[in-house]
């Protein structure tokens, strides 16, 4: 069955401060990725996704980046934290396929920027 | 542009009466809808998805429905338990690569 980790679970950074998120997926290959976040009290904002490796399109324009440097990785950075990244980050994959297919979603990352 | 919205945010219930959560959506040519369930800190979970091609599916203790000609989505969760307690999505693909647009969500709260 498939997997799909993220870490850290939880995160407090300092304004201005770097910032890398990671999600793997497991038992799927050459899975779509998604990043979205998610404000507190409120619905999923999608911010990246990803169909293959080194390809990341960009849904909102913002201060953070994605890369995807193997098949089932997804990293979401920022070279400089603001406090309006603070959020709920997650993680999604779904299967290639006709017409979608529901994305499962991993655990999140709550980052909180002081 | 394409949308998908709820029409309760909050909906509070009695352990064993049955819930009906409501989403509408703006985008006909959508042809995939899933709902969520997202517990407190926790990642969405896929409960139920349903096909522009059926206008209802069932599962354990829930069914959605789903009418094309309102563009109207609901979740049917019978005999509605504690553990149902969450904030319930709605979302629907929009755009190619399984891209999904979320509601804002409605929260179902159960009292025994």
């Known amino acids: 069955s498939q997997t799909i980790h993220q870490w850290p679970a939880t995160l407090v950074q300092p304004v201005g401060s770097p910032l890398s998120l990671e999600c793997t997926v497991e038992?799927?290959?050459?899975?779509?990725l998604y990043w979205y976040r998610q404000a507190a009290g409120r619905g999923l904002q999608l911010l990246f996704y990803?169909?293959?490796?080194?390809?990341i399109s960009s849904e909102v324009p913002q201060n953070l980046s994605a890369s995807r440097p193997q098949d089932r990785q997804f990293i979401l950075s920022s070279k400089k934290l603001l406090l309006s990244d603070s959020g709920f980050y997650l993680c999604?994959?779904?299967?290639?396929?006709?017409?979608?297919?529901?994305?499962?979603f991993g655990p999140g990352t709550r980052l909180t920027v002081l | 542009g394409e949308s998908v919205g709820l029409h309760l945010p909050t909906l509070s219930v009695q352990e064993g009466d049955n819930s009906i959560i409501n989403c509408a959506y703006s985008?006909?040519?959508?042809?995939?809808f899933i709902w969520y369930k997202q517990e407190s800190g926790k990642g969405p979970q896929f409960i139920i998805d349903?096909?522009?091609?059926?206008d209802k599916r069932q599962g354990q203790r829930v069914t959605v429905l789903l009418n094309k000609t309102v563009k109207h989505l609901s979740l049917q969760i019978a005999a509605t338990q504690p553990g149902d307690s969450a904030v319930y999505f709605c979302a629907e693909t929009s755009g190619g690569y399984n891209k999904l647009i979320f509601g804002a969500g409605t929260r179902l709260a159960v009292h025994p």
């Open positions: 985008n006909s040519a959508s042809d995939y």
């Open positions: 990803s169909v293959g490796i080194g390809q």
């Open positions: 999604a994959w779904t299967g290639k396929g006709l017409a979608g297919g529901a994305q499962y």
């Open positions: 038992g799927t290959s050459n899975p779509n």
């Open positions: 349903i096909r522009s091609n059926m």
